[in-house]
């Protein structure tokens, strides 16, 4: 069965510094992957997507991503930190186009003054 | 108004009460799903539904059951309301191809069961 794992529930940069959130993919087919972001007392929005097309994807806000298949990783990166970045982040998998979308635990970021 | 809308936006209610969570949608979409999500636990579905007759159990069904009145409506009740059930409940809609759009989710409805 598909799964997500991300690497730690949380995560603290300082703001102008580089945000890096880490994701790995199980899957035996080809995954669609993607990234939500939930600000407090808010529901889940769409960061980007990976659906086989570029392999380094490109969302909102300066963030982006990159399919490594060699390395069964999504992770979520972001040049320089604002403090409005701060919220929990969720990395995705679905098999198909047309399943359900299976959630990792969550890595919720911290922007330090 | 919102696409996707959950009411209520908060509840408090007692072990062994049945509750109803109700979730409405203005995009259109075949495709609808529950989840709950916990601190630490992220998003775990309970039940999902490709069209109005068409439902299905997710990994957390237990305890829950669902009604789609319409396209635009899918509710999801607790017969009998148990503590370990406090949590935040999302609804959320999809079309299908759900991968090249991903979900769109409502503001999400917490629940305390005390």
């Known amino acids: 069965a598909q799964s997500v794992t991300q690497l730690g529930s949380h995560v603290s940069v300082s703001e102008g510094a ?14 669609y992957l993607f990234w939500y972001v939930q600000y407090p007392n808010q529901g889940l929005q769409l960061l980007l997507k990976y ?3 570029a392999t380094l994807v490109k969302g909102i806000n300066g963030f982006e991503a990159e399919f490594k ?9 972001k040049p320089s930190a604002h403090m409005s ?7 995705a998998v679905s098999v198909n186009r047309d399943d359900k979308i299976i959630f990792g635990k969550g890595t919720r970021l911290h922007i330090l003054p | 108004d919102a696409d ?4 209520p936006r908060n509840r408090i209610t007692k072990t062994g009460k049945r509750i109803m969570l109700e979730c ?5 979409h075949d495709r609808m799903y529950w989840y709950r999500q916990d601190p630490g636990l992220g998003l775990r579905l ?11 159990k997710g990994e957390i069904s237990d305890g829950y059951s669902v009604s789609r009145q319409a396209q635009a409506k899918f509710s999801l009740s607790l017969e009998s ?3 370990n059930q406090t949590a935040l409940y999302f609804c959320a809609t999809s079309e299908s191809g759900t991968a090249d759009y991903g979900y769109t989710f409502g503001s999400g409805t917490r629940l305390t069961v005390v």
């Open chain 1, 51 to 53: 659906t086989s097309a």
């Open chain 2, 24 to 28: 409405s949608q203005t995009k259109g």
């Open chain 1, 85 to 91: 970045d701060a919220a929990e982040y969720f990395c």
């Open chain 1, 69 to 77: 298949k060699s390395e069964t990783s999504f992770h979520l990166t």
């Open chain 2, 81 to 83: 309301a148990i503590p």
């Open chain 2, 4 to 7: 996707v809308t959950q009411t």
């Open chain 1, 18 to 31: 580089l945000v890096l959130l880490r994701c790995n993919y199980s899957s035996s087919v080809p995954p």
């Open chain 2, 46 to 56: 309970i039940y999902y539904s490709f069209d109005v007759k068409d439902i299905n």
